[in-house]
T-cell receptor, first 113, second 113 residues
Framework: ETGVTQSPTHLIKTRGQQVTLRCSSQ?????VSWYQQALGQGPQFIFQ???????GRGNFPPRFSGLQFPNYSSELNVNALELDDSALYLC????????????FGPGTRLLVL | AQSVTQLDSQVPVFEEAPVELRCNYS??????LFWYVQYPNQGLQLLLK??????LVESINGFEAEFNKSQTSFHLRKPSVHISDTAEYFC???????????FGSGTRLSIRP
């Protein structure tokens, strides 16, 4: 059974640029959730995708957008990067949407300069 | 709305001593409860979860947590800690009908030899 994988592991961008982060869900899971973890804080929910449709969104602006593909992998896109977007971005996969057990990937650490 | 409070930001203990990490939640509906562990520079790993049934849940590495509905608590305990338990521990809550997991701010467990 393959776990959740994310790419890249680290990324450095400058303010105003755009970034795409990728996530492959655990085998058999059809739901992907994205979280932002700022330094010294707990993860904050960005949004969830279930069977290629958005299935819930947290308090993040529209420049945070996502996509889920037919193989249930997912992308997180952030436009017009701001310094405060610097964080660890975590992807989690689960089965059939909802708040059931979510399994996390290792994360992508984004630094915005 | 749900929320999670982890009462201690840091807990220092000596190796082989017992430890308790405190977690309280607020919710007007039935919830799922989780403890996740984050080792340095890594993503989150599920330590244990309460979905229903027995209020005492255990992990494979000796941690246990007890769901106490009347006190709205889900404290994490281990009778004897090891150096390898050094990590950040996050308590979290969710509902089956909601897509997101809500995390506490985390407790840093540091083990002294």
């Amino acid at each position: 059974e393959t776990g959740v994988t994310q790419s890249p592991t680290h990324l450095i961008k400058t303010r105003g640029q755009q970034v795409t982060l990728r996530c492959s869900s655990q085998s058999g899971h059809n739901t992907v959730s994205w979280y932002q973890q700022a330094l010294g804080q707990g993860p904050q929910f960005i949004f969830q995708y279930y069977r290629e449709e958005e299935n819930g969104r947290g308090n993040f602006p529209p420049r945070f957008s996502g996509l889920q593909f037919p193989n249930y992998s997912s992308e997180l896109n952030v436009n017009a990067l701001e310094l405060d977007d610097s964080a660890l971005y975590l992807c989690a996969s689960s089965l059939d949407g909802g708040g059931e057990t979510q399994y996390f990937g290792p994360g992508t650490r984004l630094l915005v300069l | 709305a749900q929320s999670v409070t982890q009462l201690d930001s840091q807990v220092p203990v000596f190796e082989e001593a017992p430890v308790e990490l405190r977690c309280n939640y607020s919710s007007s509906v039935s919830v799922y409860l989780f403890w996740y562990v984050q080792y340095p520079n890594q993503g989150l790993q599920l330590l244990l979860k309460y979905l229903s049934g027995s209020t005492l849940v255990e992990s494979i590495n000796g941690f246990e947590a007890e769901f106490n509905k009347s006190q709205t608590s889900f404290h994490l305990r281990k009778p004897s800690v090891h150096i390898s338990d050094t990590a950040e521990y996050f308590c979290a809550v969710s509902r089956s009908s909601a897509s997101k997991i809500i995390f506490g701010s985390g407790t840093r467990l540091s083990i002294r030899p």
